[in-house]
């Protein structure tokens, strides 16, 4: 662990005097609503009053392709997109847990260093669906019923929430270290997630997440470095039980709730230009 402890102290806060001075700014009257407070976290986060829209936001897509809809979604708002291939993660197997972080680490800086200056990170596979609910249930204490995901027939839940369950009881001896965690009941994806969010709050990089994979990954992240929640905003709320249980953890509230289904990033891509309009 002796990397990630110190890529965790390496997490600070985002410009509190920035913040403050962009509140007393903007919301003096109390009229600006939930803009001023995107506003806001902005300017903590570039470190600058006034905070000035993303110039080169990124959307971060952890999957062999991009689904249809957010390849026209990103054109439409303006976002770049990169979409980086799947890895295999050994069930039990802590190096490749901890490589897959240290893989997101190292993507988080080629970003920043290639001037992205917001993230957008989305994992649009459906087979996450159990180590996701899984993952949201052990670090929120919730039963299994309760993370797992609606809007499948009567069996299908049924079939789906036993399956996290049984995950819930294999991971639970391991939820002190999050590295084992990731290894007995994530996915190298959600490991990799859990690494570009750690180095992009070490870099000073905010991050909008998209859906209940990217939340549970930064759930994980949060219990390695709890500062780095400042540096991330949720783009949207989807129907899924464990996506908000993972927000109110994490005290994010969402920009957008339009009923999305999934984690492909619509959500979040269509915070963007909400979170643009809030700083001009």
Not at 147 to 167: I, L, P, S
């Amino acid at each position: 662990m002796t990397d990630l402890t110190e890529l965790a102290r390496a997490v600070g806060r985002p410009d509190d005097d920035a913040r403050r001075e962009a509140g007393d700014l903007l919301g003096p009257d109390g009229t600006g609503g939930r803009l001023v407070d995107l506003a806001v976290w902005l300017a903590g986060a570039q470190g600058r009053v006034p905070a000035v829209p993303p110039a080169r936001p990124r959307l971060l897509v952890l999957a062999d392709s991009a689904p249809a809809r957010t390849v026209s979604v990103a054109v439409d708002t303006g976002v770049d997109l990169r979409v980086v291939g799947r890895r295999d993660l050994a069930p039990g197997s802590r190096d490749e847990a901890l490589a897959a972080v240290l893989a997101g680490v190292a993507l988080a800086d080629e970003e920043v260093d290639g001037g992205t200056d917001l993230l957008v990170l989305a994992l649009p596979d459906p087979d996450l669906a159990v180590p996701v609910a899984t993952l949201v249930g052990l670090l929120t204490r919730a039963d299994a019923s309760a993370v797992t995901a609606t809007g499948q027939d009567d069996a299908a839940w049924m079939v789906a929430c036993a399956a996290t369950r049984d995950a819930m009881r294999r991971g639970r001896p391991t939820i002190a270290d999050q590295v084992d965690l990731l290894a007995t009941v994530g996915t190298a994806d959600l490991a990799v997630a859990t690494g570009v969010l750690l180095q992009a709050a070490s870099r000073r990089t905010p991050v909008l997440l998209d859906g209940p994979a990217a939340a549970a990954a930064a759930l994980v992240a949060a219990r390695l470095a709890f500062r780095a929640a400042d540096w991330w905003l949720a783009g949207n709320l989807s129907p899924d039980p464990a996506h908000g249980l993972a927000l109110a953890r994490l005290s994010l509230e969402p920009v957008l709730d339009l009923g999305l289904r999934g984690d492909d990033g619509t959500g979040a891509l269509l915070a963007v230009p909400v979170l643009r309009a809030a700083v001009r």
